[in-house]
Nanobody, 127 residues
Framework: QVKLVESGGGSVEAGGSLRISCAAS????????MGWFRQAPGRQREAVAI???????RTAGPVKGRFTISNDNAKNILYLQMNSLKADDTAMYYC?????????????????????WGQGTQVTVSS
């Protein structure tokens, strides 16, 4: 069973930077895709950035140019580098993963496409 554990959240002032991590383990199939999602109180969970099994990334509009997703495959750690943080970025950030049978794996921006989730790490940005 896939296990995902996030870390690195915290409080930061607007304009600051933060990097959060997701340690993954328990892969069963040939390939996997991963992503970062966030959910603020009273709002739906939304995609932040995703990465496919080939390392190609896609970033959601609100954070494009400020957030970068990356993957250290040797260490099985997913990162999200967050720069120029805004108060609107305040949310619980979740790591998600989904496996594929084939050698290539891609899943999109919808949270429903992922069956494996971490417990979340809180990011709070003060203005």
């Amino acid at each position: 069973q896939v296990k995902l554990v996030e870390s690195g959240g915290g409080s930061v002032e607007a304009g600051g930077s933060l990097r959060i991590s997701c340690a993954a383990s328990g892969w069963l199939y040939a390939s996997h895709a991963m992503g970062w999602f966030r959910q603020a109180p009273g709002r739906q969970r939304e995609a932040v950035a995703i990465i496919d099994s080939a390392g190609a990334t896609r970033t959601a509009g609100p954070v494009k140019g400020r957030f970068t997703i990356s993957n250290d495959n040797a260490k099985n750690i997913l990162y999200l580098q967050m720069n120029s943080l805004k108060a609107d970025d305040t949310a619980m950030y979740y790591c998600a993963a989904e496996e594929c049978y084939g050698r290539y794996c891609f899943h999109g921006f919808s949270p429903s496409e992922y069956n494996n989730w971490g417990q979340g790490t809180q990011v709070t940005v003060s203005s």
